[in-house]
């Protein structure tokens, strides 16, 4: 049985490895990745530059607002931690219709009038050659306005060091009262919403395919009338298994060939420098780390990610069991479609949940539903970060998905055996309640 076993397993893998559509799809996921990556220098060389400055001339006819403005940007850039200005401020002593060529020469760039406004203290006009970028915009008449209450408070005879108390930052100290919270948390809410899912994204992707393949596999070899001939030289049993392991073992690949496209992309990254936006990135990803392991995560780390790897193989296990006996009581893979709706549907309530996992921070139906099969292994390991669950909660959802395969492996093989050569889609469900009921 262990050599028919093995001949199944590496047959049904190099069909998969080997066929068109495995290397075309890896190429296509090859270049994206790469490209994603390394999409800055990309546009770089077809002519884009994403270190370049906005450009944005100043026509100043009040004599004493262009310093302040100038000012009032760096002050926002501080406000929101920019490294650096995404403007770049220029004095232009001329006519409004001579900015105006500029515009002209360069139609991205920008140009500003301030007036002076007896009754409003000050006026402007923003001149562009098309709409702007609205964080760009809004930050700009931000400025304006900033620039306006300055002029304001220096015309009424308001001493600078007053000015300068006026616009500092204010000085916010955060205290909680719950001791069993803090800061941290609001960090890491953040950290769950938005990294987190993409980290989920592939697990969730490869279930999904893992499901298809398998279905897809099994109904080719019955509409070819080959699950005769295979059926009469291996038991169902051994050709049940070795869908199952053939599958979670082409997902294993897939998903080590994701990795290395993107070690890829990184090591060309490396090779070829990248530029502020990605150094920008950088940062930020080092902010997250920082307070990932600021808030005490970094020690948790030690078993939260082999807990969450061995829990995701065995969501794959019982993903690859439950789309094998669904394939062979279908007849082709229209009819496979139809029954495997309700696994996407479980598969996207759960990465749905994962990735708003800390708006329902405190909810007990949450905390339920991390140990429901299949949904538990994107669900439970969010959960487990954010302080939701514990140790012995991640424990459980492994016992109860290692029951769950147990299960599908005692009542679906003789759903499997019942109905592998059964090319009939009538009372589908009837006959699989009839087979598991069968000794």
Same mark, same amino acid.
């Given at each position: ?18 066929s068109?559509w ?17 999409i *800055?220098?990309?546009i770089? $060389? ?9 450009s944005?001339?100043?026509? *100043?006819? @009040?004599?004493e ?15 929101l931690?920019? *490294?650096?200005s995404? &403007?770049e401020?220029k ?8 900015a ?9 760039n920008?140009?500003?009038v301030?007036?002076? *406004? ?5 006026s402007?006009?923003?001149? %562009? ?5 609205m ?8 400025? /304006?306005?900033n ?34 919270? %803090? ?12 990294v987190?899912?993409?980290?989920? +994204?592939?697990f &969730? ?12 596999? =099994?109904?080719?070899? #019955?509409t ?20 199952? &392991?053939?599958g979670? $073992? ?8 994701l ?13 070829t420098?990248?530029?502020? /936006? ?8 080092g902010? /997250?780390?920082?307070s ?11 078993y939260?990610i082999?807990l @969450?790897?061995?829990l995701?193989?065995?969501? $794959?296990?019982?993903?690859s +069991? ?7 009581? @279908? ?22 949940l ?5 708006? &329902? #921070? ?9 140990? =429901?099969p $299949?949904?538990?292994?994107?669900l ?18 492994? =016992?109860?998905m ?11 093989l ?15 469900w009837?006959?699989?309640? #009839? ?5």
């Amino acid at each position: 049985m262990k050599s028919k076993l093995n001949y199944l397993i590496g047959i049904s893998l190099k069909r998969k490895i080997k066929s068109k559509w495995f290397v075309i799809v890896n190429i296509i996921l090859a270049i994206a990745i790469v490209g994603i990556i390394n999409i *800055d220098s990309i546009i770089n $060389f077809f002519g884009g530059d994403f270190s370049q400055k906005q450009s944005i001339y100043v026509i *100043d006819n @009040t004599n004493e607002a262009y310093d302040i403005l100038n000012t009032q940007l760096g002050s926002i850039d501080t406000l929101l931690e920019s *490294d650096e200005s995404s &403007f770049e401020l220029k004095k232009y002593d001329s006519s409004e219709e001579d900015a105006k060529k500029l515009i002209e020469e360069n139609k991205k760039n920008i140009v500003v009038v301030l007036y002076s *406004d007896e009754e409003n203290i000050m006026s402007a006009k923003i001149i %562009s050659q098309n709409t702007m970028d609205m964080i760009n915009y809004q930050t700009l008449v931000t400025a /304006i306005n900033n620039t306006k209450i300055s002029l304001a408070i220096q015309k009424s005879n308001i001493p600078l060091e007053e000015i300068n108390k006026i616009y500092s930052n204010t000085d916010i100290k955060r205290e909680i009262l719950n001791e069993d919270a %803090s800061s941290d948390d609001e960090n890491m809410q953040m950290i769950m919403t938005t990294v987190f899912p993409i980290i989920i +994204l592939p697990f &969730f992707m490869l279930s999904i395919f893992l499901v298809q393949m398998i279905g897809a596999e =099994v109904n080719d070899e #019955k509409t070819t009338r080959g699950m005769e001939i295979i059926i009469s030289n291996v038991s169902p049993k051994t050709h049940f298994f070795a869908k199952v &392991f053939a599958g979670n $073992f082409f997902v294993l690949i897939q998903g080590l060939l994701l990795i290395l496209f993107a070690a890829l992309g990184f090591f060309i990254r490396y090779i070829t420098g990248g530029n502020s /936006i990605v150094n920008g990135l950088g940062a930020e990803v080092g902010n /997250i780390v920082n307070s990932i392991l600021s808030s005490g995560i970094g020690d948790k780390l030690i078993y939260i990610i082999p807990l @969450t790897l061995l829990l995701m193989i065995m969501t $794959f296990v019982g993903y690859s +069991l439950l789309a094998g006996v669904l394939a062979s009581m @279908t007849t082709n893979t229209e009819d496979f479609q139809h029954v495997q709706t309700p696994i996407m549907i479980i598969s996207l309530v759960g990465y749905y949940l994962a990735t708003m996992s800390g708006v &329902f #921070k405190g909810a007990i139906f949450i905390k339920i539903l991390s140990y =429901v099969p $299949f949904i538990s292994a994107i669900l439970s390991p969010s959960l487990l970060v954010l302080g939701e669950i514990g140790i012995v909660d991640i424990i459980i959802s492994l =016992v109860i998905m290692f029951i769950t395969n147990v299960l599908f492996v005692k009542y679906g093989l003789k759903i499997y055996k019942a109905g592998i050569l059964n090319y009939s889609s009538k009372g589908l469900w009837k006959k699989m309640l #009839k087979a598991m009921k069968s000794k």
